[in-house]
């Protein structure tokens, strides 16, 4: 089994609004990234968890805050967005460092339109 | 220079054609290549992964790597009207570090 699994699909949120998207995978991977894409742009990397601890932050805007609850969740926190950051939300997640495998498993995504 | 570079098409062929899809990278420490098929609106899929230099096959498709002229291939044979959809590259160069993906080649096979 190699499904990463996010909730909502779809969300339309307010600019005041404070929501969270969710992200589970239960394939004992302990990497697990958030990636921001686009209309026809490649997916643009936001966070990196490894082992549970955040390891990469992109210089992301503190609007955006991430949360690893364990090795198997992964959550991203949204507050007081703007209209720029509609986007798809992508997690993904892979084996993690000290392992052979790189290769990184994407969810359907969030569609995330703020209003 | 960005790190890996894909040309984005569109790229259109006719049914049944064998399609080329291909990437340079500059970063001589990548050692791990990825190929993930996109549908619209959908998470990105992985089609194909190798390690280093060398071929890996499966089914209608084929990934090449030359590490020595920092070139990535993805081959389809008889390519299929479900073809359709952006190819991404991607590289990284250890385990647990993050992807860079090239910009993605949008394909359209025609029936």
């Known amino acids: 089994d190699t499904e990463v699994t996010q909730t909502p699909k779809h969300l339309v949120m307010g600019m005041t609004n404070k929501k969270s998207l969710k992200c589970e995978q239960h394939m004992g991977h302990r990497a697990m990234y958030w990636y921001k894409q686009k209309a026809k742009k490649p997916p643009e990397l936001m966070f990196v968890y490894s082992y549970e601890k955040l390891s990469i932050n992109e210089s992301v805007p503190s609007r955006f805050s991430p949360e690893c609850p364990n090795s198997s969740l992964l959550n991203l926190h949204l507050h007081a967005l703007q209209p720029e950051d509609s986007a798809l939300y992508l997690c993904?997640?892979?084996?993690?460092?000290?392992?052979?495998?790189?290769?990184?498993?994407f969810g359907q995504g969030t569609r995330l339109t703020v209003v | 220079q960005k790190e890996v570079e894909q040309d984005p098409g569109p790229l259109s062929v006719p049914e049944g054609a064998i399609v080329s899809l291909n990437c340079t990278y500059s970063?001589?420490?990548?050692?791990?290549f990825m190929w993930y098929r996109q549908y619209s609106r959908k998470g990105p899929e992985l089609l194909m992964y190798t390690y280093s230099s060398g071929n890996k096959e499966d089914g209608r498709f084929t990934a090449q790597v030359d590490k020595s002229s920092k070139y990535i291939s993805l081959f389809i044979r008889d390519s299929q009207p479900s073809d359709s959809a952006t190819y991404l590259c991607a590289s990284n160069n250890q385990a647990g570090t993050a992807l860079i993906f090239g910009k993605g080649t949008t394909l359209s096979v025609s029936s």
């Open positions: 993904a997640s892979s084996q993690g460092p000290g392992t052979a495998n790189t290769e990184a498993f």
């Open positions: 970063n001589s420490a990548f050692q791990y």
